[in-house]
């Protein structure tokens, strides 16, 4: 009788199975975490998966087998790249933070493709993997073993501006002045209503799942996953009367932006273009949500409390 260990006989077994398809997104200014991306891609090889990697990441992996910096890079010949909306997958994973994964949602758009987080950054309230569990991570994923969460995705749409990028955010779309000397005036309206008009250096229309990024950082409310709810966020206001505002995901926000410089930034998820004063910005919700895979187990106040350090004694 032939003697395999559990673990020879659950790849065995794996391999038996339709392979998924697995596409990777990854940061390509963590070089000294990349070994972790190869770790991830022998296991993922090892479970019977079929993998492609982003062309820009696969580059900047490529390059470290060249360089002769990582062990196991030079098996990444057979494996395809793409590039940027190109590609059809049952899964993504990212590699690196939130920053990334962002990226990664991106180019997911509507596709529906669920997207797990492997956290090689810091802080990482999206990517949910932590990286010393990669091993045990990866097995869960190919089996199915997980659970997903719906994220609501905003869009926003400019009357005579084409977008560069996507208008699509997961987490904020921005209103930000370009110049270092002067505030910007934003009229906001709510449903065709006048809200407020704002004096400030920029406003932050986020998401439940962006109220832990930059509207956090500028006084805004924690917000729960799954809320139905936005956040108006001023920056750096210019009337201490002016507070954030919590709307319902169904409004129609509009906003217009004058300015000295006669432009200003818009930043979708962080990429940001300008556009000329005047312009009229349409925020709404999109058709679409973004599915994120999180472990078995994983609870999300859980998650914040440990984040965020709440109850810590940092004696």
């Known amino acids: 009788m032939l003697n395999y260990s559990v673990a020879e006989l ?87 933070g939130d920053g990334t994964l962002l990226k990664a949602a991106h180019y997911v758009g509507s596709k529906q493709i669920p997207i797990a987080g492997v956290n090689i950054g810091r802080l990482g309230f999206l990517a949910g993997v932590n990286s010393d569990d990669i091993d045990d991570a990866v097995v869960e994923l190919v089996e199915g073993r997980y659970q997903m969460e719906e994220h609501t995705v905003i869009r926003v749409e400019a009357q005579g501006h084409e977008f560069e990028t996507c208008p699509n955010a997961l987490n904020d779309i921005a209103v930000l002045k370009r110049d270092t000397a002067s505030m910007i005036t934003i009229r906001a309206e709510v449903n065709g209503e ?24 500028n006084g805004g409310p924690i917000i729960a996953p799954r809320s139905g709810i936005l956040c108006l966020t001023p920056v750096a206001p210019h009337s201490l009367n002016i507070r954030p505002i919590v709307l319902g995901d169904d409004v129609e926000i509009a906003l217009t932006v004058e300015s000295r410089s006669h432009n200003f930034l818009i930043a979708v998820d962080g990429r940001s273009e300008k556009c000329e004063q005047g312009t009229r ?23 914040l409390r440990e984040k965020m350090g709440w109850g810590m004694d940092a004696r």
């Open 10 to 96: 659950r790849i065995s077994y794996l391999c038996s199975m339709k392979a998924k398809r697995i596409a990777i997104f990854g940061n390509t200014h963590q070089e000294k975490k990349s070994a972790k991306v190869f770790r991830v891609l022998e296991l993922l090889r090892a479970y019977g998966a079929e993998v492609i990697i982003e062309k820009e990441f696969y580059e900047f992996l490529v390059g470290r087998s060249a360089n002769g910096i990582e062990s196991g890079a030079q098996n990444l010949s057979d494996i395809p790249s793409f590039a940027g909306v190109d590609f059809d997958a049952d899964m993504v994973i990212s590699m690196g």
């Open 194 to 217: 006048q809200l407020v008009t704002y004096q400030a250096d920029g406003l932050i229309v986020s998401t439940p799942t962006g109220s832990t990024a930059y509207s956090l950082s």
């Open 281 to 303: 910005l349409i925020i709404r919700k999109a058709p679409y949500t973004v599915n994120i895979i999180k472990r078995i187990g994983t609870e999300y106040f859980t998650t």
